[in-house]
């Protein structure tokens, strides 16, 4: 009962400690999210200054790549090794490879260089996730990974505002080193008070499960990239990509269940809950970022909204999942239950996004404003319940597979969303601007259905409003899809089990002392 009280007093008011390593995670949190907004925003001067504009898209290409295939590794390796040790070295990578970007002289460089970044970026989501998971019990969890939630916001927001005020004052390449006091920062705190029991296993790492899975995820994120843009759906390229993709995956699920520490223990999907949050995570990452890439374009294109301050025109969709992501996580914390959230974020994401689907020329930046916030609502209520429950679902000694499989599915889920999204918007633009503006339409999109505001402002009168019509075809499009795909989370999210949220909170009647409190061993050192 003493043990029991003492938790519940630390759980109101985290020691001063635990704080620190909050905000030391806060900021790695930040690095994570700001890197591709800042550095997209800087791209054209980035491209003016190196050349290469032919392989632009690798700049952003290698990053995903070497993130998405390196995430379940670094998972795995802080469940074998340790977890301060594997965070610690994920952000020393992060920072070298955004130094030597900063160094780049020429876009070769760049590229090699960015894939560097890549693989420390994967370990640095898992890294936060997995120590949250270590640090605070479930119960608690909900509003810390609420706040996670509204600095990747934040970092969404501010993102292209901070890139290009960067670049415009102090050239591209700050906008790489300004990781690097980020970083060490983050990498002192995090060295002086975190303090999580030393790991030394036995086993060696799964060499064969980790080429497979890096394989075959690389496969799949080259076919939503290239897939619809460099080459065609139906091309030998794909079709090579696609089949390699496959094969891998079939071999590392085959292998896994042989290996002796498996990269992705397939035990794990055991839990319905893990299962379901891993398919509500895909859908999460779908909708997201396609909404993050074509609302911009709808609001420049057609509402006539400046390029400038681009983030902002996402503020009432990243607004309303910050607000909600905090508030999920109180009174998840409060309560314990959970299962509300991805029921009610479901129905939400569905009815918005198909409110956005209904746009057209005419609709006001305040209704389409309103809209945005009804899918922010819905994203808010999802975002970081996901893993709270998938952490939930699994033991303590598979925490980092957890944490790390639960961002991979949000991962490939954001490359699906962008590659399918993309692809329906452009085939509905092409199509428009053939029907309305004949063969002069077909001629302006024939290069890209996104054009910029430059090229837009060159276009007759008509074949603006043609253009216009199109981008509100496409987006119609594209957002029909997304409520589709939404009403897959809507059904998981229903089959979703409450189990009770382990760790520090009241007891309940009928609920045991073990439930209700599980003493936490002390894990960080007191400041």
Same mark, same amino acid.
């Given at each position: 009962?003493?043990?029991? /009280?003492?938790?519940?007093?630390?759980?109101?008011?985290?020691?001063?400690?635990?704080?620190? %390593?909050?905000?030391?995670?806060?900021?790695?949190?930040?690095?994570?999210?700001?890197?591709?907004?800042?550095?997209?925003?800087?791209?054209?001067?980035?491209?003016?200054? *190196?050349?290469?504009?032919?392989?632009?898209?690798?700049?952003?290409?290698?990053?995903?790549?070497?993130?998405?295939?390196?995430?379940?590794?670094?998972?795995?390796?802080?469940?074998?090794?340790?977890? /301060?040790?594997?965070?610690?070295?994920?952000?020393?990578?992060? *920072?070298?490879?955004?130094?030597?970007?900063?160094?780049?002289?020429?876009? =070769?460089?760049?590229?090699?260089?960015?894939?560097?970044?890549?693989? =420390?970026?994967? @370990?640095?989501?898992?890294?936060?996730?997995?120590?949250?998971?270590?640090?605070?019990?479930?119960?608690?969890?909900?509003?810390?990974?609420?706040?996670?939630?509204?600095?990747?916001?934040?970092?969404?927001?501010?993102?292209?505002?901070?890139?290009?005020?960067?670049?415009?004052?102090?050239?591209?390449?700050?906008?790489?080193?300004?990781?690097?006091?980020?970083?060490?920062?983050?990498?002192?705190?995090?060295?002086?008070?975190?303090?999580?029991?030393?790991?030394?296993?036995? $086993?060696?790492?799964?060499?064969?499960?980790?080429?497979?899975?890096?394989?075959?995820?690389?496969?799949?994120? *080259?076919?939503?990239?290239?897939?619809?843009?460099?080459?065609?759906?139906?091309?030998?390229?794909?079709?090579?990509?696609? @089949?390699?993709?496959?094969?891998?995956?079939?071999?590392?699920?085959?292998?896994?269940?042989?290996?002796?520490?498996?990269?992705?223990?397939?035990?794990?999907?055991?839990?319905?809950?893990?299962?379901?949050?891993?398919?509500?995570?895909?859908?999460?990452?779908?909708?997201?970022?396609?909404?993050?890439?074509?609302?911009?374009?709808?609001?420049? $294109?057609?509402?006539?909204?400046?390029?400038?301050?681009?983030?902002?025109?996402?503020?009432?969709?990243?607004?309303?999942?910050?607000?909600?992501?905090?508030?999920? @996580?109180?009174?998840?914390?409060?309560?314990?239950?959970?299962?509300?959230?991805?029921?009610?974020?479901?129905?939400?994401?569905?009815?918005?996004?198909?409110?956005?689907?209904?746009?057209?020329?005419?609709?006001?930046?305040?209704?389409?404003?309103?809209?945005?916030?009804? %899918?922010?609502? =819905?994203?808010?209520?999802?975002?970081?319940?996901?893993?709270?429950?998938?952490?939930?679902?699994?033991?303590?000694?598979?925490?980092?597979?957890?944490?790390?499989?639960?961002?991979?599915?949000?991962?490939?889920? $954001?490359?699906?969303? %962008?590659?399918?999204?993309?692809?329906?918007?452009?085939?509905?633009?092409?199509?428009?601007?053939?029907?309305?503006?004949?063969?002069?339409? $077909?001629?302006?999109?024939?290069?890209?259905?996104?054009?910029?505001?430059?090229?837009?402002? /060159?276009?007759?009168?008509?074949?603006?409003?043609?253009?216009?019509?199109?981008?509100?075809?496409?987006?119609?499009?594209?957002?029909?899809?997304?409520?589709?795909?939404?009403?897959?989370?809507?059904?998981?999210?229903?089959?979703?089990?409450?189990?009770?949220? /382990?760790?520090?909170?009241?007891?309940?009647?009928?609920?045991?002392?073990?439930?209700?409190?599980?003493?936490?061993?002390?894990? %960080?050192?007191?400041?």
């Amino acid at each position: 009962m003493a043990d029991t /009280k003492t938790v519940e007093t630390q759980a109101e008011k985290p020691p001063r400690s635990v704080r620190v %390593v909050l905000l030391a995670l806060m900021i790695t949190m930040m690095l994570a999210m700001l890197d591709n907004m800042i550095v997209g925003t800087a791209m054209p001067t980035i491209v003016g200054e *190196l050349g290469g504009l032919e392989h632009l898209s690798w700049v952003v290409t290698a990053y995903t790549l070497a993130t998405a295939a390196s995430t379940p590794i670094w998972g795995k390796i802080g469940d074998m090794y340790g977890r /301060k040790g594997a965070f610690m070295t994920s952000i020393v990578i992060f *920072l070298i490879g955004s130094a030597l970007s900063g160094m780049a002289q020429n876009m =070769g460089e760049l590229i090699g260089f960015r894939a560097i970044q890549g693989l =420390g970026a994967g @370990g640095l989501m898992v890294g936060v996730m997995a120590i949250i998971g270590d640090l605070i019990p479930p119960r608690e969890r909900g509003k810390y990974q609420g706040m996670m939630a509204g600095v990747m916001a934040l970092a969404m927001i501010g993102g292209p505002l901070v890139g290009g005020t960067i670049t415009d004052n102090w050239g591209w390449r700050w906008s790489f080193y300004i990781n690097l006091p980020l970083g060490v920062v983050s990498l002192a705190l995090i060295s002086a008070v975190l303090h999580l029991p030393r790991k030394r296993s036995q $086993s060696r790492i799964d060499y064969l499960g980790a080429t497979l899975l890096t394989v075959g995820i690389t496969s799949i994120v *080259l076919v939503t990239t290239w897939g619809g843009s460099e080459y065609a759906w139906s091309s030998a390229r794909i079709m090579e990509l696609i @089949g390699i993709g496959v094969a891998s995956l079939i071999g590392f699920v085959f292998w896994q269940t042989r290996a002796a520490e498996p990269i992705v223990p397939l035990h794990i999907f055991r839990s319905r809950n893990f299962t379901l949050m891993s398919i509500i995570g895909f859908v999460t990452g779908f909708v997201m970022f396609g909404a993050t890439l074509f609302l911009p374009l709808y609001q420049q $294109s057609v509402q006539g909204a400046s390029a400038t301050n681009s983030g902002l025109l996402l503020l009432p969709m990243l607004g309303a999942m910050l607000v909600t992501s905090m508030v999920a @996580g109180r009174v998840t914390t409060t309560s314990g239950k959970y299962k509300i959230f991805p029921l009610v974020g479901s129905v939400a994401m569905v009815i918005g996004l198909y409110l956005l689907s209904t746009m057209d020329t005419g609709t006001s930046r305040l209704t389409s404003g309103v809209f945005m916030a009804v %899918v922010g609502l =819905g994203m808010g209520c999802l975002m970081q319940i996901t893993m709270l429950v998938a952490q939930n679902s699994v033991e303590m000694k598979d925490m980092g597979v957890a944490s790390s499989s639960t961002t991979l599915f949000r991962t490939l889920g $954001s490359s699906f969303g %962008v590659a399918i999204m993309g692809a329906l918007f452009n085939n509905r633009v092409q199509d428009v601007m053939s029907e309305r503006a004949g063969a002069l339409g $077909s001629k302006i999109t024939e290069q890209s259905a996104q054009l910029d505001a430059a090229s837009l402002a /060159k276009l007759p009168v008509a074949a603006r409003e043609a253009y216009q019509h199109a981008v509100s075809a496409g987006t119609h499009s594209a957002f029909l899809l997304g409520a589709v795909v939404a009403v897959t989370a809507l059904v998981a999210a229903v089959f979703v089990k409450e189990v009770p949220l /382990k760790g520090a909170g009241p007891q309940k009647d009928g609920e045991s002392a073990d439930d209700a409190a599980a003493p936490q061993p002390p894990l %960080v050192e007191a400041v």
